[in-house]
């Protein structure tokens, strides 16, 4: 069965504090993707990443980083915690020959 | 731009047929989707479609026309279950790239 599991439900920080979201998928899936969501927003891409250590920017990478040493896991890094940044944030996995994305149970964020 | 419309909310009784419709701008186009989120959990996949008319499975169905930039899911014996958001996205060219829309929350009532 296919699963997308991400290292956190709920997540309090304050601000300035550096955060480590965690997704890991046992699908041995290429393309992976953080998205976030917001009411009224829909989900927006904030980076992919299309290979192990490759990257690409999605639509408001800004105050967010990424790592992808693994091709089973990928990060999400929010280098200095805003509170503009509380939201939920959704991981998502697909292969590379697919369209359908898989995607993870999402950690709602709290920066205070 | 990109852009995506569809409701904010619907509501429909149990038993009924609801459609629940979407348009889109983006720049370019390489298939529609649709998803369901229940509350607080991941959305999950129902329908692809990639080229003109009607698929069905089960009891949704989903529309495109790529002249008008307009699809629509259409749920058939509605159960409670179904209460849910449905998010209708686009993909694009260059890449792995989806635009979502917003969603729209289905509430099914008895």
């Known amino acids: 069965d296919v699963k997308v599991t991400q290292s956190s439900r709920y997540l309090v920080k304050r601000t300035g504090e550096k955060v480590f979201l965690e997704c890991v998928q046992d699908?041995?899936?290429?393309?992976m993707f953080w998205y976030r969501q917001d009411p009224g927003l829909g989900l927006r891409l904030i980076y992919f990443?299309?290979?192990?250590?490759?990257?690409e920017k999605g639509d408001i990478p800004e105050g967010y980083s990424v790592s992808r040493e693994k091709k089973e896991r990928f990060s999400l890094i929010l280098e200095s915690a805003s509170t503009n940044q509380t939201s939920m944030y959704l991981c998502?996995?697909?292969?590379?020959?697919?369209?359908?994305?898989?995607f993870g149970p999402g950690t709602r964020l709290t920066v205070t | 731009g990109q852009n995506i419309d569809q409701p904010t909310e619907m509501t429909a009784t149990e038993g009924a047929i609801v459609q629940i419709n979407c348009t889109y701008q983006?720049?370019?186009?390489?298939?529609l989707f649709w998803y369901q989120q229940h509350a607080g959990e991941a959305p999950t996949f129902l329908s692809y479609?990639?080229?003109?008319g009607l698929e069905e499975k089960g009891r949704f169905s989903s529309f495109l026309s790529r002249s008008k930039g307009y699809s629509y899911l259409l749920l058939k014996e509605l159960q409670m279950k179904d209460s849910a958001s449905y998010l209708c996205?686009?993909?694009?060219?260059?890449?792995?790239?989806?635009?979502f829309g917003a969603g729209t929350r289905l509430f099914v009532k008895a």
């Open positions: 479609n990639v080229l003109d």
């Open positions: 990443s299309y290979d192990v250590k490759m990257k």
């Open positions: 996205a686009v993909r694009v060219p260059g890449g792995f790239k989806t635009i």
């Open positions: 983006t720049s370019g186009f390489n298939g």
């Open positions: 699908m041995d899936h290429e393309n």
């Open positions: 998502a996995s697909t292969l590379a020959s697919s369209y359908e994305q898989y």
